[in-house]
């Protein structure tokens, strides 16, 4: 069998272009599915897509190990570039699609089959609406609580919100209040019962994020994800070791080097590789692995399109460190349009239990697809109030 085309198609989806790798073979009727959304980068992973494609046509799409050594390898410049790695990453997922539609069996089963009875997951506020969960301002606590009640109305058991501010390397007591008062105010609404994940999507410097993570402690958060830039592995393991709650990162690190790094440090409690930006399913499972060996928890990344999130789904069946899926499901009202997924998220609790279709379970309906064509992403840029560049 031999790989025939290496094609992607871009989905605009409002805030993200989700771009799908469709790996096709010489075998009629058989071909893969990948996802390699970068926001903001769409036309530049397109292009990767494109120089990765003579590397593969041609060759044998079961033998996936070795492709991936090939891509990430060949032409000299190492593959773990965002752009670059999530180009591989896109193709990689598409390889291991084909793999268990050539056997007729789930990914899953083909790595070892199911650990657990279903994968529990979580919600962004809003169902991951860009407005709710991006733009809810930090003062207005209340909102924070009525999204926090609507979450669990609609059945998840923990949710994530961005309830910590943008700020400069160090402010006065106003941000750190406005985090205490939104998780008090989430905490409130729902009770003890429920899972709380805070995202400071890398906005604080190292110390801001050590003030927020000393001021939320008491609120006995799920995880605390991205307390400092993931550039500052030694800051988070500071942080880490200075807060009972578990720190979550992991989302911007690629190839198995950066994780293998985080974990010498001991800098978190809880890894959240994207496997759409890691190296694919093939790396993703190698971390699994790494934190496996360290006894940490697993959260991956996933505020993507459905292919990212059909792939999270077969890792976590079959990877025992896996805690939690990321979903999303309000970004845009067509999303279920352009595929047709084996798993159903189950109502009560959000679950989802293990199906029983080859590969990865989905199918992309390419002409729903035609009618989201690329457009750039909104711009979500941040500026603090003197007008010097922020982190979004
Ligand atoms: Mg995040």
Redesign the pocket.
């Known amino acids: 069998m031999k790989i025939t085309a290496v094609t992607t198609l871009v989905c605009h989806a409002r805030m993200r272009n989700w771009v799908f790798v469709k790996v096709q073979t010489d075998q009629p009727g058989l071909h893969g599915w990948g996802e390699a959304t970068l926001e903001w980068h769409t036309r530049e992973v397109v292009g990767a897509v494109e120089d990765l494609a003579e590397l593969l046509i041609g060759q044998d799409p079961t033998r996936i190990e070795h492709l991936w050594q090939t891509m990430y390898r060949q032409h000299f410049w190492h593959g773990h570039g965002i752009v670059r790695s999530t180009a591989i990453s896109g193709v990689d997922i598409a390889l291991w699609d084909i793999l268990g539609k050539l056997h007729g069996t789930p990914c899953h089963r083909l790595w070892g089959g199911a650990v657990r009875d279903y994968v529990r997951t979580y919600c962004h506020l809003g169902g991951g609406r860009m407005e709710d969960f991006y733009e809810t301002a930090p003062s207005d606590a209340g909102r924070f609580a009525d999204l926090a009640r609507q979450a669990v109305e609609e059945g998840f058991t923990a949710f994530k919100a961005m309830a910590v501010p943008e700020t400069v390397p160090i402010e006065g007591r106003r941000a750190v209040r406005y985090a205490e008062a939104c998780v008090g105010a989430m905490r409130a609404a729902v009770g003890e019962q429920i899972d709380i994940m805070i995202?400071c999507?890398a906005r604080p410097s190292p110390r801001m994020g050590h003030l927020f993570a000393r001021a939320l402690e008491p609120f006995g958060l799920y995880f605390l994800?991205?307390p400092c830039w993931p550039e500052h592995l030694k800051d988070l393991a500071e942080i880490q070791r200075a807060v009972a709650t578990p720190v979550a990162t992991g989302?911007r690190l690629t190839g198995l080097h950066a994780f293998r790094d985080l974990l010498e440090l001991r800098a978190c409690s809880v890894v959240?590789p994207d496997i759409t930006h890691c190296g694919g399913l093939t790396v993703a499972r190698k971390i699994m692995a790494l934190a496996e060996a360290h006894q940490l928890a697993a959260a991956p990344?996933n505020p993507q399109g459905p292919v990212s999130t059909a792939a999270s789904l077969e890792l976590g069946f079959a990877s025992p460190p896996y805690v939690i899926c990321e979903t999303v499901h309000a970004d845009v009202p067509w999303r279920h349009d352009v595929v047709t997924e084996a798993h159903t998220i189950e109502r009560e609790g959000r679950i989802v239990r293990p199906h029983q279709r080859p590969g990865l379970g989905i199918e992309i309906n390419e002409r729903e697809v035609a009618k989201h064509p690329f457009q750039p992403e909104v711009l979500l840029r941040t500026f603090h109030a003197d007008g010097s560049v922020g982190d979004w």
């Open positions: 995202d999507h994800e991205e989302e959240q990344h």
